[in-house]
């Protein structure tokens, strides 16, 4: 099925353990976004992409790293991971920037003890 | 930056009752949207308003965007159980901008 796929979809890690949240959409959406959600927050965007080899940040990009070396794959890297990045993490794209129409993943939970 | 405000932060209707819910801005978009999060899933479109003034419907929900380009609304109808999650506004302000969302209103519908 066309769509944004999303793994895994649960984590637990330890503090100061490093993991990769990957996300991968099969439409040929040129733009990607990572968005956290946490309770009462809504969505914040942490990193986003316009294409193959362009990223930037977002509003919440620190502890944070993202490649885009495939217009298909963005994957998300915590280097560091603290209790403070414990959230539900959500990968979207879509054909362009200002485009209506995203898509999103259905969420990795992330949990840091 | 820009923020939508969306409140209260919860909502709790019986089944069969409209609702409303507001979204505000103190920033002009050009673009408004509503989303839907069911429980445990990414947020869907439900409608997507381009024009000041705009009603849209889609089924048993209507969107408006505010004629002063500064708010919208959404409104359900005849609630049922399967409306509950998690509605978030969100805007455009421009052709290569990024969305920016409202944190979201939890409906919980009573049967």
């Known amino acids: 099925n066309a769509g944004v796929t999303q793994t895994p979809k649960f984590q637990v890690l330890k503090t100061g353990q490093s993991m990769t949240l990957q996300c991968a959409q099969d439409?040929?959406?040129?733009?990607m976004s990572w968005y956290r959600q946490d309770p009462g927050m809504g969505l914040r965007l942490i990193h986003y992409?316009?294409?193959?080899?362009?990223?930037d940040q977002g509003e919440v990009p620190n502890g944070y790293n993202v490649s885009r070396s495939t217009t298909e794959d963005f994957p998300l890297r915590l280097l560091s991971a603290a209790p403070s990045q414990t959230s539900v993490y959500f990968c979207?794209?879509?054909?362009?920037?200002?485009?209506?129409?995203?898509?999103f993943g259905s969420g990795t939970r992330l949990t840091v003890v | 930056g820009q923020q939508l405000n969306q409140s209260p932060q919860s909502m709790f209707i019986q089944e069969g009752e409209d609702v409303s819910m507001n979204c505000t801005s103190s920033?002009?978009?050009?673009?408004w949207l509503w989303y839907k999060q069911d429980p445990g899933e990414g947020p869907v479109l439900l409608i997507a308003l381009y024009k000041a003034g705009e009603l849209t419907s889609n089924g048993r929900l209507t969107a408006q965007f505010g004629i002063t380009r500064k708010d919208s609304f959404l409104n359900i109808s005849a609630s049922i159980p399967s409306d509950v999650g998690i509605y978030f506004c969100a805007g455009l302000t421009g052709a290569n901008s990024k969305l920016t969302f409202g944190k979201g209103i939890t409906l919980s519908v009573r049967p």
């Open positions: 920033s002009i978009f050009n673009t």
């Open positions: 992409s316009v294409g193959a080899g362009i990223t």
């Open positions: 439409m040929n959406h040129e733009y």
């Open positions: 979207a794209s879509s054909y362009s920037t200002g485009a209506v129409g995203y898509t």
